[in-house]
C-alpha cells in the first residue's frame, strides 16, 4: 500500500519560516516526479514546487508566487522529499498536500498523501 505522509505545518508569524516533509511507503521517490500542492477553501489545489526524483536530474520548479521563498529538496535515502518555506506570507496560508507522478502536473500525480495545514497570521 502506498502511502504519502505530510508534515511539518502549523501556525507561524508573517516572515517566519517552516519546513515541511512528505515520507513515502509502498514507493520508491527515485521513480517519480514529488509535487507540493496546496489548496484553500473554496479555491482549487494549485501547484507549489516539484522535484524530478528519477534519474539524476534532480530538476525543481515553483510557482511563480513562491520563487525565492520557497526550496524543495529531496532524500533518496530516507524517500522523503522537503518543502523549505521562508518568508512566509499571510496568503500562504493552506493545506499543504504532496504528491507522486510520472508528471509535475495535478493530473500528472498518482499517490497523494493527507495535508498539513499552515497558517501564517499577519
Known amino acids: 500500500e502506498v502511502q504519502l505522509q505530510a508534515s511539518g505545518g502549523g501556525l507561524v508569524q508573517a516572515g517566519g519560516s517552516l519546513r515541511l516533509s512528505c515520507a513515502a511507503s509502498?514507493?520508491?521517490?527515485?521513480?517519480?516526479?514529488i509535487g507540493w500542492f496546496r489548496q484553500v477553501p473554496g479555491k482549487e489545489r494549485e501547484g507549489v514546487s516539484c522535484?524530478?526524483?528519477?534519474?539524476?536530474?534532480?530538476?525543481?520548479h515553483y510557482a511563480e508566487s513562491v520563487k525565492g521563498r520557497f526550496f524543495i529538496s529531496g532524500s533518496s535515502a530516507k524517500n522523503t522529499v522537503y518543502l523549505e518555506m521562508n518568508s512566509l506570507k499571510p496568503e500562504d496560508t493552506a493545506v499543504y498536500f504532496c504528491?507522486?507522478?510520472?508528471?509535475?502536473?495535478?493530473?500528472?500525480?498518482?499517490?497523494w498523501g493527507k495535508g498539513t495545514l499552515v497558517t501564517v497570521s499577519s
Open positions: 504528491a507522486a507522478g510520472s508528471s509535475c502536473d495535478y493530473y500528472g500525480m498518482d499517490f
Open positions: 522535484i524530478s526524483m528519477s534519474g539524476s536530474s534532480g530538476s525543481t
Open positions: 509502498g514507493v520508491t521517490f527515485n521513480d517519480y516526479n
